[in-house]
């Protein structure tokens, strides 16, 4: 029998913090350009990098974390049948966290025993194990720490089955999974559908990212002979074109095992023939996990961290030692970077399985690689066929259309929201497998709800915190109308109007937005924003005065203060946020003095906070105080960016300045080699892609 039940699950883990309140805007580039190699063939150059530039809005960052772990209790839905036991995280994306197979007695995922934060997703905060569903812009989805509605539906032939659903706010996209697993059946099914029910098109990205154990005989499988994979070209990682299962990047090794990479790497199966794509990892005795889908989601990836010293620290960071993984993943594109555009008025379907396969060893780990293939696929054959698969497609999308049952767990507003404007202005209604109930609105959406029904969007004191941030093309009509009343033109009316401005590229719309707003009330949001918007104009001046201007205002908010009154008083209690980002822009303007300054008046509460001390390392190191860089250096961090080498950058520059003061070298004539021949790099800081960079 098939039961679908809830539980509490505990997890030593770091809590997220309160969400970034400032708006973080769209890269205005685009379309980013992609380095390709001149083996990448012209067909598989169309849409490279397009609509893949940086993209948040209208949601927030979550970037308030640590490295210390308490106990955490998630909420936790469990589908469960005689063979496979899944177990899903709705307050976090939905994670399917475990999916074990009883017979075997075998977890088939990796299943994290940690909840780490990390600074790897759209919104910085992204965590390691099972399987996380990416809709809506290139990255780590928005919704990858945030709640979904889950809700019980009916399953295939009756038996209970499990939806996770939500609206996605920055491609305007209502989505669900329906996941059903029929009494006997030895496959997890999640059918995906994704609507663009507006009047235009929109880019459109899906990865289904699943996490698996890494060991040294493990091997991933997929059915295409050709891979999108990375290759190095002058020192610089550029998108090239091989045969399988060798990788150029890896010297002709065999890519398919991931130990093999000695640095992080990933690379794309071209699977674009294929009627029935899967992808398989498979352990010495070759039992493992395997996963299919019908023909839209057709493309594969392997990611692993890598064997060097910054890729078995991000293993260790992410979980514990010990608990190595990598990851297999399924998408709409040939690669990650590879741009899609959903035609307006449109709706996207494609089913997964999951579930556990067994196979002969030797044939999954023959060095003949179409012969590998055409024995997973025989495999594959005895769990299901094309056939099967297109059968529970078609059943689950006869009644996609019908309405959830019970709800489990709540997700945002921002659906209800959305059904309430679509009514209001009369659009087409949407699918009845979307219930967002009244009772989810909160203040931030009952807001913008006044702003619809009433024509105004309410003004607030503008020392409290702006609230949740809307861009939506419909919304910025909705609000330019308003504003072009008299009465309706309030400070934090045009906050948010400039907002939206600038995301929409209109930099002069937005600047005269802002400045009316603090003409009208001082703020440090509209501060903030004009100091973004001048430094992206390459106004330094300009943006280190209103920086300036919003620090002093939140330190001090019933007077202004100078600089040198701030280092003598040392009051106020800034936001965090603010104060990163005027530290950054200090260092950046190499006013480092300044810098130290304002560090040294900020609250005791905030100058431990991890972005804080990498900042007092830079600074330090420039005023060449190398006590407190080697301070900065002794702990660890949470909130570094996959790639950054910022730690590094300090701890290669602290001994190159040290040596150089006990040989008479200048600095740049000491190398990396020789440093770390007499000072290791410690393995703390070490979050490096590829030794030596």
Request: negative net charge.
């Amino acid at each position: 029998m098939t039961e679908l039940y809830q539980e509490t699950l505990t997890l030593p883990g770091a809590p997220l913090g309160p969400e970034n309140p400032l708006p973080f805007f769209r890269n205005p580039q685009t379309d980013p350009p992609v380095p390709i190699s001149e083996a990448l063939p012209p067909e598989k150059r169309v849409q490279l990098g397009w609509q893949t530039g940086f993209r948040v809005l209208p949601y927030r960052q979550q970037d308030v974390y640590a490295r210390r772990r308490e106990p955490l209790n998630f909420k936790a839905i469990v589908l469960e049948n005689d063979i496979l036991k899944a177990i899903f995280l709705p307050e976090v994306g939905g994670r399917l966290i475990s999916l074990f197979h009883k017979p075997q007695q075998r977890e088939l995922l990796f299943r994290n025993p940690v909840f780490q934060p990390a600074n790897l997703a759209i919104r910085n905060a992204w965590f390691a194990g099972g399987i996380e569903w990416n809709i809506g812009q290139y990255g780590h989805a928005f919704t990858t720490c945030a709640p979904l509605f889950a809700a019980a539906i009916p399953g295939l032939h009756g038996e209970p089955a499990l939806r996770l659903y939500e609206f996605e706010r920055c491609k305007r996209l209502f989505w669900h999974i329906d996941f059903y697993l029929p009494p006997g059946s030895p496959l997890l099914i999640a059918y995906t559908r994704a609507l663009n029910p507006n009047d235009a098109e929109t880019s459109m990205y899906w990865w289904t990212n699943i996490a698996v154990p890494e060991a040294p005989e493990v091997r991933v499988l997929a059915p295409a002979q050709q891979a999108v994979c990375m290759d190095f070209a002058n020192g610089d990682v550029v998108y090239s074109y091989t045969d399988l299962p060798h990788l150029p990047c890896l010297k002709g090794a065999d890519g398919t095992y991931a130990v093999n990479s000695n640095f992080a790497n990933e690379f794309f199966f071209q699977c674009d023939a294929v009627a029935l794509p899967w992808e398989a990892a498979l352990d010495g005795q070759g039992g493992g996990l395997v996963e299919a889908s019908t023909a839209r989601l057709r493309y594969r990836k392997l990611f692993c961290w890598g064997q060097h010293a910054g890729g078995r620290h991000w293993q260790d960071f992410l979980s514990q030692p010990g608990e190595a993984y990598l990851e297999i993943q399924a998408g709409l594109a040939p690669t990650q970077l590879h741009g899609l555009s959903m035609p307006a008025q449109t709706t996207w379907d494609w089913t997964q399985v999951f579930g556990y396969l067994q196979m002969e060893p030797e044939q999954a780990h023959n060095a003949d690689w179409p012969a590998a293939l055409a024995a997973v696929e025989r495999s594959l054959q005895s769990l299901i066929t094309l056939d099967q698969l297109q059968d529970l497609e078609a059943a689950a999308r006869s009644q996609a259309d019908a309405p959830p049952g019970k709800i489990l767990h709540e997700g945002s507003g921002w659906g209800a929201l959305e059904l309430s404007r679509r009514a209001k202005l009369g659009a087409l209604p949407i699918s009845t497998a979307f219930h967002f109930p009244e009772a989810t609105l909160t203040l931030e959406q009952k807001k913008w709800r006044l702003l619809l029904e009433q024509g105004c969007l309410p003004e607030q004191a503008p020392k409290e915190a702006p609230g949740e941030w809307m861009v939506q093309d419909e919304w910025r009509e909705l609000l330019e109308q308003s504003v072009a009343r008299p009465e309706n033109r309030n400070w934090y009316a045009l906050l948010h109007l400039g907002v939206m401005r600038l995301e929409h590229f209109d930099e002069a719309g937005a600047a005269a937005a802002w400045q009316e707003s603090v003409q009208l009330k001082p703020s440090i949001w509209a501060y903030r924003n004009l100091a973004v918007l001048a430094w992206r104009q390459k106004n330094e001046v300009e943006a280190l005065a209103y920086y300036q201007q919003a620090w002093e205002r939140a330190a001090h908010p019933e007077r202004t203060l100078s600089v040198a009154e701030v280092e003598v008083e040392g009051r106020g209690d800034p936001p965090l946020a603010l104060a990163i980002e005027y530290l950054q822009m200090l260092c950046a303007a190499k006013q480092f003095e300044d810098a130290r300054k304002i560090y040294e008046a900020l609250p005791p509460a905030l100058q431990p906070a991890d972005r804080i001390q990498v900042l007092r390392g830079r600074m330090a190191l420039e005023l060449d105080d190398l006590e407190t860089v080697e301070q900065v250096l002794q702990r660890e961090y949470a909130v570094i960016r996959e790639g950054e080498k910022e730690l590094t950058d300090l701890w290669f520059k602290l001994w190159a300045r040290r040596l150089a003061r006990q040989t008479g070298r200048s600095p740049d004539d000491i190398s990396k080699h020789e440093i770390e021949q007499h000072h290791p790099l410690p393995s703390r800081i070490d979050f490096r892609s590829v030794n030596g960079r």
